[in-house]
């Protein structure tokens, strides 16, 4: 697959359990910390969970959070 235009990004996202449909991303995901900075529009996840938690929001439907 050829993929063009920036910041893009290719790979398995890791996804929690993509079988049961369970999209969250796992630790070590190339979608963390990865959307586009300038898009500060989204100030919530779909869990609700404030954006962003770490350096830059998350790509995808919900924000990686470390455990305690």
């Known amino acids: 697959t050829t993929v063009t235009g920036s910041s893009n990004i290719t790979g398995d996202p890791l996804f929690v359990d993509i079988v049961s449909d369970d999209v969250h ?3 070590g995901s190339p979608a963390i910390d ?3 900075p300038a898009n500060t529009s989204i100030a919530h996840d779909f869990d609700g969970t404030q954006r962003p ?4 929001s998350d790509i995808g439907a919900f924000e990686y959070i470390l455990s305690p």
């Open 25 to 27: 991303l796992k630790r």
């Open 34 to 36: 990865a959307a586009n």
């Open 53 to 56: 938690q770490g350096a830059r």
